[in-house]
């Protein structure tokens, strides 16, 4: 079965980011690179503090799903855009488990809707992180299908 793992962008950030991701989910990083770390392209010069740039970063999260990020620069970073219109959504197995993941990553953010039941008998919240990330907390006590 495939699972669903979402890649996420930022200015400089990605390292603060998935340590504060890391501090709340929990493990621990299965690949963290430098744009420093990349083999030296021809032609191409890299300032220090872009050679200290996450390349790329993997942080699983659950047995099918992690956690990738990177940031942007050069040519790219014209069309970053915090947020970029998406969300991140967290299925949880308990309610127990929604509280602690809604309320440890929406340290610091805002948020949008509170955890409460729903009209549809899901408990669900919604909340922007402090990075700008959009995310959605879903608890449902009687699984669809």
Same mark, same amino acid.
């Given at each position: 079965?495939? $699972?669903?793992?979402?890649?996420?962008?930022?200015?400089?950030?990605?390292?603060?980011?998935?340590?504060?991701?890391?501090?709340?989910?929990?493990?621990?990083?299965? *690949?963290?690179?430098?744009?420093? +770390?990349?083999?030296?392209?021809?032609?191409?010069?890299?300032?220090?503090? +872009?050679?200290?740039?996450?390349?790329?970063?993997? %942080?699983?999260?659950?047995?099918? $799903?992690? %956690?990738?990020?990177? +940031?942007?620069?050069?040519?790219?970073?014209?069309?970053?855009?915090?947020?970029?219109? *998406?969300?991140?959504?967290?299925?949880?197995? $308990?309610?127990?488990?929604?509280?602690?993941?809604?309320?440890? %990553?929406?340290?610091?953010?805002?948020?949008?809707?509170?955890?409460?039941?729903?009209?549809?008998?899901? *408990?669900?919240?919604?909340?922007? +992180?402090?990075?700008?990330?959009?995310?959605?907390?879903?608890?449902?006590?009687?699984?669809?299908?």
């Amino acid at each position: 079965m495939a $699972t669903v793992n979402v890649y996420l962008t930022f200015d400089g950030k990605c390292e603060e980011a998935f340590n504060f991701y890391k501090s709340v989910f929990g493990g621990e990083f299965s *690949y963290i690179g430098k744009f420093k +770390d990349m083999p030296p392209q021809e032609g191409a010069k890299m300032s220090e503090a +872009d050679g200290e740039r996450i390349m790329h970063v993997t %942080l699983p999260i659950s047995k099918e $799903t992690c %956690l990738f990020g990177s +940031d942007t620069g050069g040519e790219w970073a014209s069309s970053y855009i915090v947020g970029n219109n *998406y969300s991140i959504s967290i299925n949880a197995e $308990t309610q127990e488990e929604a509280d602690r993941l809604f309320n440890g %990553l929406s340290s610091g953010g805002q948020i949008t809707m509170p955890m409460s039941k729903t009209f549809w008998g899901a *408990y669900f919240g919604m909340f922007v +992180d402090k990075f700008g990330i959009n995310w959605m907390v879903n608890f449902d006590e009687q699984p669809m299908g």
